[in-house]
């Protein structure tokens, strides 16, 4: 029993000198997580939530005071350009329409009765000048049988007065012959007057009906038949009878982060997904780029705030769906949707994980690896500013240690990001863990440590 004790003991003993000489030799390496600089197509990617919308929509306004009489449509119909949407009570409208149509009428009954004046007058005229013509002859020829002492003076008389009065007779002709072409025309005037008084009235009659400006979706209908409409500003109550969509060109407008916003142009690539219909990918591109700041909380751009408060911002940007046809039709205005917009991609580059970049400031190492310490800066130097960079593997003396090579970056991907400098595919770099990496000084010792993680429990 003693012997068996005995060799417990030692064993422990062993065992406790076995470890303690492990950990001893293990006491000045800091294990870290270690990848590979490779080569892959990368893309980088900026999201953004928002909502369908129509590139064109409109909100048809009541254009009459009255009752809608006639409701033609109901909301979710599709209707195309000039059918009509809704009436207005018209009465009044048709009533105008009629009494102006009948006095145009009349009006042009006037005109002809002053046309035919005007002939007369005319002809008056006509006859007045030949009428003249005779009397004129007669005085001429009176004049020579007075000189010669053939005629009496009476006779003379008689076809001078005649002659004179012929004048006159013309005179008043042509006076009558302006008149009556002055009533013409006052006539015409006022038919003119009157026709131009009946488009205002047929105009009115007109907006009594409301017809649909473009092919498209009615997407809102807040009215019913019988309600009194007013003519008002766009949005008013009563004022706005139904929207109406063109849902032939679709658009996805989301908000994208104000530090995402420099990435995006006019032209990328976007997919777009719908919260409603899931599992389904629209493409599209980006049309517009809002070029106004919105504040986050509000929704109001920044130019109408009135508040100084620093806060987070988006802006807007539009992505027309190359979507059309049949496959558009689940879509409808409102729903709520997100953008993935394609802002780079480079196929076959150098990369690494994003977490192995660091910050730091590189040791000048001595000739055994060993970091030496900076030498104090002088009174008044500008402070050393870390530089960006990755921590590498290389093997000294048989021994993994950790060098800082600076490192110059290109477009970024969801985990990796674009290696343009400083490394060479297949390199073995430090990829974690996060704290340290930040404490990690270069020509550490180093222990690789390849625990996988966990896969996580799926939740019931």
Avoid: C
């Avoid at 999201?47 to 009255?66: H, L």
């Avoid at 009428?105 to 007058?121: G, I, L, N, R, Y």
């Avoid at 911002?313 to 949707?337: H, M």
């Avoid at 970091?371 to 960006?388: L, R």
């Amino acid at each position: 029993m003693k012997k068996v004790i005995v060799i417990i003991l030692i064993v422990l003993a062993l065992a406790g000198l076995v470890s303690f000489m492990v950990w001893k030799a293990q006491s000045g390496y800091t294990s870290v997580l270690t990848g590979k600089v490779v080569r892959q197509d990368l893309t980088t990617i900026v999201s953004g939530t928002g909502q369908i919308k129509p590139k064109t929509y409109v909100n048809v306004g009541a254009t009459s005071f009255g009752r809608i009489t006639h409701l033609d449509v109901k909301e979710g119909d599709h209707v195309s350009k000039g059918q009509v949407l809704a009436r207005v009570e018209n009465v009044q409208p048709e009533a105008n329409v009629d009494a102006q149509q009948a006095l145009i009428a009349s009006s042009k009954t006037d005109v002809a009765s002053f046309v035919a004046a005007e002939a007369t007058a005319k002809a008056n005229v006509e006859h007045s000048k030949a009428d003249l013509e005779q009397k004129r002859l007669d005085w001429e020829r009176a004049q020579g049988l007075y000189k010669e002492g053939i005629m009496a003076k009476q006779d003379f008389d008689a076809k001078k007065a005649a002659y004179d009065l012929a004048v006159a007779t013309l005179a008043q002709s042509d006076a009558a012959a302006l008149q009556s072409r002055a009533q013409t025309e006052s006539a015409r005037a006022k038919v003119t007057n009157n026709q131009a008084t009946l488009r205002s009235n047929v105009d009115a009659l007109d907006k009594t009906v409301s017809t649909a400006p473009f092919n498209g979706i009615v997407t809102n209908l807040p009215v019913r038949e019988g309600e009194t409409v007013v003519v008002g500003i766009q949005n008013a109550e009563g004022s706005t009878l139904m929207t109406l969509a063109d849902m032939s060109v679709i658009t996805a407008e989301v908000k994208v982060d104000e530090t995402d916003i420099v990435n995006i142009q006019m032209g990328q690539s976007a997919e777009v997904t719908v919260d409603a219909l899931p599992g389904r990918v629209y493409k599209g591109h980006v049309t517009l780029v809002g070029d106004q700041a919105i504040l986050r909380s509000t929704g109001i751009a920044t130019s109408q705030s009135t508040t100084g408060t620093e806060e987070a911002k988006d802006f807007k940007v539009v992505i027309t769906l190359d979507t059309t046809g049949d496959a558009a039709k689940e879509l409808r205005p409102g729903l709520s949707t997100t953008a993935k917009i394609t802002t780079a991609h480079k196929a076959s580059v150098l990369t690494i994980p994003i977490q192995a970049l660091t910050l730091h400031i590189p040791e000048t190492l001595d000739a055994t690896g060993k970091p030496v310490p900076p030498p104090t800066p002088a009174p008044g130097a500008k402070p050393v500013v870390p530089i960006q960079g990755v921590f590498t593997v290389k093997d000294q003396k048989g021994k993994p240690h950790a060098i800082f090579v600076p490192v110059t970056t290109g477009i970024t991907g969801a985990t990796d990001i674009e290696v343009l400098s400083g490394l060479v595919e297949g390199q073995e770099i430090i990829t974690g863990p996060f704290k340290t990496m930040r404490a990690l000084k270069g020509g550490a010792l180093l222990k690789r440590d390849d625990t996988k993680p966990s896969a996580a429990t799926p939740a019931n």
